[in-house]
């Protein structure tokens, strides 16, 4: 595979859980984006090879493994779209992707995701979706709080724990859509200046949530279907 020089989009669909890849990619010199539908592990020998800075902009879906090697962080500077799926405890040095602009991470450990530092996820961020990290509702402001430029969040199953959400005086400032889905969140306080870019909410499976989600855009007019979802539109 490492000789097909000119290939700019890999997609590999497999009915396997993982998927290990023992080219080279990174050293494919227009490869650029890299889906796969199981979980992909990078040989470690690849991982070691210094000689080559990637072109990948997109590498979904990654093994946390992959990423105990800070050498792929910098063979893969440029990578602007990463999905990980796995056991989120051994993973490491995301922050090290200062370009990322979408990130998605599944944890299927049952042990949460360790905030060591304020930094962990890189400042960039545009899009982020979590679930299995099973961060309490009152960190998100140390977890997402430094990301400014930050406009899709999604809080997907066990993504954070706990009954109760109070933002204060914590803004969004540039958020446009937000999706809760599957939260045992079950007070909820907060209000338009929390959120005054936010042009979409989407609420699923949030079967405790008491109080009224309209609140949080008053000025627009709110579509439920009937199935607990509630759509936040530019009225």
Request: proline share 3%; net charge positive.
């Given at each position: 595979m490492e000789d097909l020089w000119n290939?700019?989009?890999?997609?590999?669909?497999?009915?396997?859980?993982?998927?290990?890849i023992e080219a080279d990619i990174c050293s494919m010199p227009q490869l650029r984006h890299l889906h796969t539908n199981a979980s992909a592990k990078l040989c470690p020998?690849?991982?070691?090879?210094?000689?080559?800075?990637?072109?990948?902009?997109?590498?979904?879906?990654?093994?946390?493994?992959?990423?105990?090697e800070?050498?792929?962080?910098?063979?893969?500077?440029?990578?602007?779209?990463?999905?990980?799926?796995?056991?989120?405890?051994?993973?490491?040095?995301?922050f090290e992707l200062e370009y990322l602009e979408k990130l998605k991470l599944m944890n299927l450990a049952s042990e949460g995701l360790h905030i060591r530092s304020e930094n962990l996820f890189p400042r960039r961020l545009k899009q982020l979706t979590l679930s299995g990290t099973w961060f309490d509702w009152n960190e998100i402001?140390?977890?997402?709080?430094?990301?400014?430029?930050?406009?899709?969040?999604?809080?997907?199953?066990?993504?954070?724990t706990g009954h109760y959400w109070e933002l204060?005086?914590?803004?969004?400032?540039?958020?446009?859509?937000?999706?809760?889905?599957?939260?045992?969140?079950?007070?909820?306080?907060?209000s338009d200046e929390n959120f005054p870019s936010l042009e979409r909410l989407i609420l699923r499976n949030l079967n405790k949530l008491g109080g009224n989600p309209?609140?949080?855009c008053?000025?627009?007019?709110?579509?439920n279907d009937g199935t607990g979802e509630y759509n936040q539109i530019n009225g």
């Open positions: 290939l700019q989009t890999l997609i590999i669909s497999t009915q396997q859980e993982t998927l290990n020998s690849v991982l070691k090879t210094r000689n080559h800075h990637s072109a990948l902009q997109t590498l979904s879906i990654i093994e946390p493994e992959t990423f105990t800070y050498v792929l962080f910098a063979r893969c500077q440029n990578l602007k779209k990463l999905g990980i799926r796995g056991d989120m405890a051994k993973l490491v040095g995301l402001r140390r977890v997402v709080g430094y990301l400014e430029l930050l406009e899709v969040f999604k809080v997907k199953e066990n993504a954070f204060n005086d914590y803004v969004f400032p540039c958020l446009k859509v937000l999706w809760i889905e599957r939260s045992e969140l079950v007070n909820w306080k907060a309209y609140k949080l008053q000025h627009k007019a709110p579509e």
